[in-house]
């Protein structure tokens, strides 16, 4: 299979100091192991476009995205929230982390790759229609299927989010569209608060006990994503690849490993073979032990590319 590798150095100029887990070291981690690993060297490698501001305006009301350009510093930064800054180049970085994903989505569509990464930052499914919260500011993936669905006249667009954090941004931008389907694990009770009870036909929680690992994770998966899935039949697949309820990272307490996220993957594959031509764009989203971020994204590379999980 092609599996295309996007980014942007605008990426990592964004920057919210120096104690700050969502920092650019991430993505350094990421593609230090990728390419110790020789998996880079696999992948067709490009680099993001900005993303325009119509493409933004489909997902971000108008008032949102005018506070973010006036609040946008020109030194220092600027806090939205108590863990979310701004710096001067936060925005660029946004834009070229969105402008990823509508490239992703091209790719597929246009029979350039089989599937996409986009090691992106700053993360997105956080941020919602109108604000932005837990490190996002531009929802990347909805900005995606919004790009899908104008471009390509897909009608159906599943979302699967293994981030250890629920994507509250995603849910309140799709809640009661029923063109998109949405699948999010998370630790339970945990950060974002929101959204957590609440019940539509197309958002599919699925919530784990802290402590929670590979076994539980795949079982309440396959009980409740498989089925959602086949009753949906996606003619696109978008992933929040979220790698932070890795055993190791210091943000939750899952105990997932890499072979949890090789697997998870494999399935989320599957579903696009049966349903969707092949068609799976993967966004990252959270991982904060830099150590374990690196391994698991090789893992996830490993499925997209068609390896087994152990070999290069």
Same mark, same amino acid.
Request: no cysteine; charged share 20%.
């Given at each position: 299979m092609i599996t295309a590798y996007i980014t942007h150095p605008d990426c990592m100029r964004h920057f919210m100091?120096?104690?700050?887990?969502?920092?650019?070291?991430r993505l350094e981690a990421i593609r230090a192991r990728l390419a110790l690993s020789g998996v880079l060297t696999h992948t067709m490698q490009s680099e993001a476009q900005p993303v325009t501001a119509q493409t933004l305006a489909r997902v971000h009301c108008p008032?949102?995205?005018e506070m973010l350009a006036t609040r946008s510093p020109q030194q220092g930064l600027s806090e939205l929230d108590a863990e979310t800054h701004m710096n001067q180049d936060t925005l660029a970085a946004a834009g070229v982390a @969105? *402008? =990823?994903?509508?490239?992703?989505?091209d790719q597929v569509f246009r029979h350039q790759a089989d599937n996409v990464f986009c090691a992106v930052r700053p993360p997105g499914h956080h941020a919602e229609r109108c604000s932005a919260m837990g490190f996002c500011f531009y929802n990347n993936v909805a900005i995606g299927?919004?790009?899908?669905?104008?471009?390509?006249?897909v009608e159906r667009i599943a979302v699967l989010d293994f981030d250890v954090h629920q994507g509250n941004g995603t849910i309140d931008i799709f809640k009661d569209d029923p063109g998109v389907l949405v699948c999010s694990s998370f630790q339970s009770p945990f950060y974002p608060w929101r959204y957590q009870d609440d019940t539509w036909d197309n958002i599919i929680?699925?919530?784990?006990? @802290? *402590? =929670?690992?590979?076994?539980e994770f795949?079982?309440?998966?396959?009980?409740?994503?498989?089925?959602?899935?086949?009753?949906?039949?996606?003619?696109?697949?978008m992933l929040s690849a979220g790698f932070d309820a890795h055993r190791d990272d210091p943000m939750a307490s899952l105990n997932l490993v890499e072979a949890d996220?090789?697997?998870?993957?494999?399935?989320?594959?599957?579903?696009?073979?049966i349903y969707a031509?092949?068609?799976?764009v993967s966004v990252l989203e959270g991982g904060y032990h830099l150590d374990a971020l690196g391994s698991s994204v090789e893992a996830h590379l490993k499925a997209l590319l068609g390896f087994p999980l152990g070999d290069p």
């Open positions: 100091g120096p104690s700050h887990p969502e920092s650019p070291k008032q949102y995205l @969105a *402008g =990823a994903v509508v490239r992703g989505v299927v919004a790009h899908a669905r104008q471009r390509y006249d929680n699925t919530p784990l006990s @802290a *402590g =929670a690992g590979g076994h795949r079982h309440r998966v396959e009980n409740q994503w498989l089925p959602a899935l086949q009753a949906f039949k996606p003619q696109l697949i996220y090789y697997w998870v993957t494999q399935l989320a594959l599957d579903i696009a073979r031509e092949g068609r799976l």
